[in-house]
């Protein structure tokens, strides 16, 4: 597609509740990174992929959180158990090769725990 | 200590104001990144560099390696260029993400 495409663009989700953020990147780019962006932060890394292999998770603040790309183009971002906590703007990135190719944005996906 | 420091967090401007916004970092890139976010939207890509500086219409980044600071400016400001503006990095221990800043609010009024 022409940008990346984030789904739904907004969530309210009741505690305890299990969530599915979607991703779906630029046709042809291998990289895709997912991001948390806490209200008045900048984004802090989550996980990046490159094709279908997750090549660094070590932003992933629990184990409630799971990203998958399997076939290396749509991701899924699945947080389980959903806190408060976890309430952000989760933003999705995609780039043609690593960080030397600039990125792409998504509009990201606003959770909202209550 | 944050590895990406902007400054300012808010800076207010009148129309046509230039402006600047500083980004300092303390770590090795492989290239600074100028970010572009609006209110409930996503994050446009402005500028990618490593080195010297880059222009796009109204828009100038220079980047001073040696010092580890770069420099975002708008000429002719107007109240369109109103948003946040996040300076992120490519460090070179850190594979392909990126580290961001926290980001710098602009408010340019008419």
């Known amino acids: 597609g022409a940008g990346v495409s984030q789904s739904p663009r907004y969530k309210v989700a009741k505690r305890g509740q299990d969530v599915a953020l979607r991703c779906d990147p630029i046709?042809?780019?291998?990289?895709l990174f997912w991001y948390q962006q806490a209200l008045g932060q900048g984004p802090e890394f989550l996980t990046y992929?490159?094709?279908?292999?997750?090549?660094?998770k070590s932003g992933l603040p629990s184990d409630r959180f799971f990203a998958e790309r399997p076939e290396g183009s749509v991701s899924t971002l699945k947080i389980q158990r959903t806190q408060q906590e976890d309430s952000a703007v989760y933003l999705c990135?995609?780039?043609?090769?690593?960080?030397?190719?600039?990125?792409?944005f998504g509009s990201g996906t606003r959770l909202t725990v209550v | 200590k944050n590895e990406v420091e902007q400054s300012p967090q808010n800076l207010t401007a009148q129309e046509g104001e230039f402006i600047t916004i500083n980004c300092s970092y303390s770590?090795?890139?492989?290239?600074l990144h100028w970010l572009q976010q609006h209110p409930g939207g996503g994050i446009v890509s402005l500028f990618m560099?490593?080195?010297g500086k880059k222009k796009h219409g109204r828009l100038i980044a220079t980047i001073n390696i040696q010092e580890k600071h770069s420099s975002l400016h708008i000429t002719a400001s107007h109240p369109r260029d109103s948003a946040v503006y996040i300076c992120a990095v490519s460090p070179e221990t850190s594979g392909s993400r990126l580290t961001f800043g926290e980001g710098t609010q602009l408010t340019v009024n008419p």
């Open positions: 770590v090795g890139i492989s290239a």
């Open positions: 992929f490159q094709n279908e292999a997750q090549l660094d």
């Open positions: 990135a995609s780039s043609l090769y690593g960080s030397g190719y600039g990125y792409t």
């Open positions: 560099l490593s080195s």
């Open positions: 046709s042809g780019h291998v990289s």
